[in-house]
C-alpha cells in the first residue's frame, strides 16, 4: 500500500508556472506508474492530465496540455512531479495523484489507479 500528498499548489497568474509534488510513502515505490489527473469543480468528472511508468521511460499526456506540463518522477524521494508552464485559467482545478499498478505503462483511466491523494489546488487568474 502506498500514501500519497500532494503539495506545491496555489494562486498563478495567466501564463505562470508552478510545479506540483507528489510524495510517496512506502518502500515500493518503484513498482508504481503515477498519474496526475485534475477536477474542476466538484460534481465533475476527474480528467487525466499526465502519467509516468516505474522508472520514467514511458510518459503520456492530454492533449490539452501537451507541451505545457511536463511530469517526472524521482524514485529515490519517492516523489512524482508535475512541472505546468503557460498556465491557463482552464487550468484551475484540483489536482490529485494517483498510483497505479499498471507500473510498466503510463495508465490513462481512472479506473486503473487504486490509490490518490487528498489534492492540491490550482487557481489561475486571467
Known amino acids: 500500500q502506498v500514501q500519497l500528498a500532494e503539495s506545491g499548489g496555489g494562486l498563478v497568474q495567466y501564463g505562470g508556472s508552478l510545479r506540483l509534488s507528489c510524495a510517496a510513502s512506502?518502500?515500493?515505490?518503484?513498482?508504481?506508474?503515477m498519474g496526475w489527473f485534475r477536477q474542476a469543480a466538484p460534481g465533475k468528472a476527474r480528467e487525466f492530465v499526465a502519467?509516468?511508468?516505474?522508472?520514467?521511460?514511458?510518459?503520456d499526456y492530454a492533449g490539452s496540455v501537451k507541451g505545457r506540463f511536463t511530469i517526472s518522477r524521482d524514485n529515490n524521494k519517492k516523489t512524482v512531479y508535475l512541472q505546468m508552464s503557460s498556465l491557463k485559467p482552464e487550468d484551475t482545478a484540483v489536482y490529485y495523484c494517483?498510483?497505479?499498478?499498471?507500473?510498466?505503462?503510463?495508465?490513462?483511466?481512472?479506473?486503473?489507479?487504486?490509490?490518490w491523494g487528498q489534492g492540491t489546488p490550482v487557481t489561475v487568474s486571467s
Open positions: 502519467a509516468i511508468n516505474w522508472n520514467g521511460g514511458n510518459t
Open positions: 494517483g498510483a497505479s499498478t499498471r507500473y510498466y505503462s503510463a495508465p490513462y483511466s481512472e479506473d486503473d489507479y487504486a490509490y
Open positions: 512506502g518502500r515500493t515505490f518503484g513498482n508504481y506508474a
